[in-house]
């Protein structure tokens, strides 16, 4: 059967399928998100997906990342830290008959770092439910998203369906730092008619993203004995001051978003934020040196050289402002995320798809959301055309703690994934 036959028995068999499994759904959920997968410990949490996806008999493509494959490719951001063990996992289905449209389904496994332990309820790698919310550093962004995709694979062919279109389930790393998890699936030549990434959005349809670009100041100084103060440069004073003046572009670039057709409506849509700050080596000893990382956003359509320029000049003439900065000026380093805005123009017919399920799961229409942090679906769809959905269930205090998922939200998500590969792909009796 095609999407336009799709019906609603099928559908309720499908529901049903998900209601039967959700809690071992949830349990799952518990274990993927119990892996502490920071930035390059994703290793078990990619073992865990392949072993996932091989007991349910998909094809397994598990790779080292060659960052030399991915440099010279669109989108690309510098990786500085020990990438060996680096990798991607891809499980594909392939049906007996080709007959829909194939599916990318993908999901980060990789989450920013906990910070104090102590500001949490409950500890962050020890997923915890309470009042219908799922607690845990990752549940919300994205491991519960992954994992409703592979339990929404799953109640389709608990309800004796399968699929009768090709569909890869990627599990990527670097989602949160320079998107090459992605970029190599890309490189590596996964390619369908559709991408739909769940992350959660509160079910509404990622309309347009911002890009982020990453980058670092390294700031000198003249180091003394603090007696004598007057004599050096604080160089982490000065980081101060290359900090107000990168706050003032800011505010331009805020100003030229309101021009833009889905952002206009956001207040402040483009965030600057210097995010570490490291310098100096002694209370009494002016620093002689204050390296600063900084996260700023820019809007679809602009572009990142262009603006990688304007951050240069703004710091070169608030250098030369500074007393000591005019002879010894900060150089600007590209530290990760060098990544376009993503605009959704392309996804007529998986758009339909996705508002029809949304209406069947949800009861009313699918909103749609100008967001002002960024997802892969750049990737699918810049640099491969590939039309690229971001939908998913709700989260709250991602990246913060007490980070969690509703869980009536994610039944919800595996339900509307479920009946869009249904919709999308086709399926027919096992
Ligand atoms: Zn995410």
Not at 168 to 183: P, R, W
Request: aromatic share 8%.
């Amino acid at each position: 059967m095609d999407a336009k036959t799709t019906t609603s028995d099928t559908q309720r068999r499908i529901i049903d399928a998900i209601d039967d499994a959700f809690d071992r759904q949830i349990e799952t959920t518990k274990q993927f998100s119990s892996i502490p997968s920071t930035r390059g410990a994703e290793g078990p949490c990619q073992d865990m997906m392949g072993d996932l996806l091989r007991a349910r008999g998909y094809e397994v493509d598990d790779w080292h990342i060659d960052t030399k494959d991915l440099k010279d490719l669109r989108g690309y951001g510098p990786i500085e830290h020990d990438f060996s063990k680096a990798r991607t996992v891809v499980g594909t289905y392939r049906p007996a008959r080709e007959a829909g449209r194939s599916l990318i389904l993908q999901g980060h496994c990789d989450v920013v770092p906990a910070g104090p332990l102590d500001m949490w309820d409950t500890p962050p790698f020890t997923p915890t439910v309470k009042d219908g919310w799922l607690y845990g550093r990752g549940a919300g962004d994205m491991k519960s998203g992954t994992i409703a995709a592979l339990y929404a694979l799953d109640a389709l062919r608990a309800a004796g369906l399968r699929p009768t279109a090709r569909i890869h389930f990627q599990s990527v790393i670097e989602e949160e730092s320079t998107g090459v998890g992605a970029l190599s699936t890309v490189q590596r030549g996964y390619r369908a008619d559709c991408c739909f990434i769940p992350e959660p959005t509160n079910g509404k349809l990622v309309r347009s993203q911002v890009g982020v670009i990453w980058f670092r100041l390294k700031v000198r100084g003249k180091p003394v004995h603090v007696f004598e103060a007057g004599a050096g440069a604080n160089a982490i004073k000065a980081a101060y001051h290359l900090v107000q003046a990168l706050e003032v572009l800011e505010e331009e670039w805020n100003r030229r978003a309101a021009s833009d057709r889905h952002f206009k409506v956001v207040k402040h849509p483009i965030n600057f934020n210097p995010g570490i700050i490291k310098g100096g080596d002694w209370a009494s000893s002016v620093p002689a040196w204050c390296d600063l990382d900084c996260r700023i956003a820019v809007l679809p359509g602009w572009s990142i050289a262009d603006h990688q320029a304007e951050i240069v000049a703004c710091v070169e003439a608030a250098a030369k402002k500074h007393p000591f900065l005019a002879k010894n000026p900060p150089a600007v380093e590209w530290s990760g995320f060098l990544s376009e805005g993503y605009e959704l123009t392309d996804a007529g017919e998986p758009e339909a798809v996705l508002r029809s399920v949304h209406e069947t799961v949800c009861g009313g229409p699918m909103k749609e959301l100008a967001f002002t942090a960024l997802t892969d679906t750049r990737f699918y769809g810049l640099n491969a055309g590939i039309p690229s959905l971001c939908y998913g269930a709700t989260a709250e205090a991602m990246h913060g703690f007490n980070e969690r998922v509703e869980i009536e939200s994610l039944r919800k998500t595996t339900r509307a994934i479920a009946l869009f590969v249904a919709g999308w792909c086709g399926v027919e009796a096992a």
